[in-house]
């Protein structure tokens, strides 16, 4: 049988991994992959489909899987999946894994989102969405005047802006800086010309991805995953800009049986319902961004994939059968679905090159002592790597994270480290606080 897997990270890679560890006999083709998929066995890179967003670039894709007799698409990233590459695949009979370009709005447009929660009760944080400037602006003075000293407020751009989309302001200065960023300057384009302003929540971040399984005129079914904790600062304690994830960690260990007993009736399953009464055709994989405060939970945001790097952290954890879950969410049978998880925590930190999340240097060879690394039983997923001549270079920020299964999080923490230390490259940094 012949998977394709879109997309190009740690995520990608560690899903044609455990791919590849359900069945042997499948071949998994990667568009464009990465180092790290080019060495996996039984795995090959298709670096002519890098475009997997534009029409061209779609209509290449979906020509490749057919003459490649393709059985199952799993799209990555959520350009792809906004641009609408399931309406295309699916209009062509291929079976592909991921919402449609309608049921995408709801990583794709913060407002479309907001108003889905709003609409069917999903607790989230209040917000008002505005399209004019000086309404923004008018909203940022009151919302500062009305609430006390030391309050945020959250400046959401609407659009999708590769994690460059939200600013917690601090006080009104940086609310109305982060206002003309978007909306006046148009730094994000089309982007940020729309703004949702949110109330800021404390909490701790909590992530869950879930399975769907929601077809127009049919009742849908939704299945979570353990959850699992993404450390998004660039420096240890949470010091530092944002980046695309320094590293995860599964399960979070504060995330307990009432906290998720909470997240399942206030947003888990009344987003279900929200699917089924709007008809959304989602039949692939969602991601709650939960904000969790004295296990009360909130939606900060969804995404319409899996997370990157909580899919690196949750693989180890699996015990089931990837490419049978995938089948049957497309297929139903998603309900008696064996869910299981294996005992013990993971450990993901990210090893980044010198200069993330700005410029960074590339083309450094990656070198790792094999024997050392083998000690650890962790696993290592690459990222912006290249591979040439049987060694790997550096070609990205985040190059790469291992992921380390422990008896608990102590022993897994231990063993990425242990990992890490193993491996080496010119300007190598990595946060030594994940886990
Ligand atoms: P989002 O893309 O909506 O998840 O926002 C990116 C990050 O901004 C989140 O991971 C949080 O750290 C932070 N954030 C977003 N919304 C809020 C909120 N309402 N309160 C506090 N922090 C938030
Ligand atoms: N880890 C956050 C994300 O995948 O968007």
Not at 7 to 19: D, N, P, T, V, Y
Not at 217 to 246: C, E, L, V, Y
Request: hydrophobic share 40%; aromatic share 8%.
């Amino acid at each position: 049988m012949n998977i394709l897997i879109i997309g190009s990270g740690g995520r990608e890679h560690a899903l044609a991994w455990k791919i590849r560890q359900s069945s042997a006999s499948v071949k998994v083709y990667v568009a464009p992959g990465n180092g790290g998929t080019a060495e996996e066995p039984n795995c090959e890179n298709i670096p002519a489909c890098a475009d997997t967003v534009s029409a061209d670039g779609q209509e290449a894709l979906l020509a490749f899987a057919r003459r490649e007799e393709i059985r199952l698409t799993i799209v990555g990233p959520e350009a792809s999946l906004a641009a609408g590459i399931v309406d295309r695949f699916r209009a062509s009979g291929m079976a592909i894994v991921g919402p449609d370009k309608a049921a995408a709005r709801l990583e794709a447009s913060k407002s479309f989102a907001k108003s889905f929660m709003e609409k069917y009760g999903v607790r989230s944080a209040q917000s008002r969405t505005f399209s004019d400037y000086g309404e923004a602006l008018r909203y940022t003075a009151e919302y500062f005047r009305r609430y006390p000293a030391g309050t945020s407020l959250v400046v959401k751009a609407d659009g999708l802006a590769a994690g460059k989309g939200v600013v917690v302001a601090k006080g009104a200065d940086e609310a109305v800086s982060a206002l003309g960023f978007f909306m006046r300057d148009g730094s994000l384009g089309e982007s940020g010309k729309r703004v949702v302003l949110e109330d800021f929540l404390p909490g701790r971040e909590v992530s869950v991805l879930a399975a769907v399984s929601a077809a127009p005129g049919k009742p849908g079914i939704i299945a979570p995953f353990i959850s699992a904790r993404d450390h998004k600062r660039r420096f240890d304690g949470d010091q530092g800009p944002n980046t695309g994830g320094m590293g995860a960690i599964a399960p979070a260990p504060d995330f307990s049986e009432s906290a998720r007993q909470d997240f399942k009736t206030a947003i888990l399953e009344p987003t279900l319902r929200g699917m089924e009464q709007e008809g959304l055709d989602y039949r692939g994989f969602i991601f709650f961004g939960l904000m969790v405060n004295h296990d009360r939970c909130y939606l900060l945001e969804y995404n319409v994939r899996l997370g990157d790097p909580e899919t690196q952290s949750l693989v180890p954890l699996m015990d089931f059968d990837i490419t049978e879950l995938c089948s049957r969410l497309l297929n139903g049978g998603l309900k008696d679905f064996p869910l299981a998880w294996k005992r013990g925590a993971v450990c993901a930190p990210a090893a980044v090159a010198a200069g993330y999340p700005g410029n960074c240097r590339r083309g450094d060879e990656i070198t790792i002592r094999s024997q050392e690394f083998a000690q650890t039983g962790a696993l290592i997923f690459f990222a912006g790597a290249e591979s040439a001549g049987g060694k790997r270079y550096t070609a990205g920020g985040r190059v790469l994270t291992v992921s380390a299964l422990g008896a608990d999080p102590r022993d897994a923490k231990e063993r990425a480290y242990k990992a890490l230390r193993s491996i080496s490259f010119e300007g190598m940094d990595y946060r030594k606080d994940i886990g």
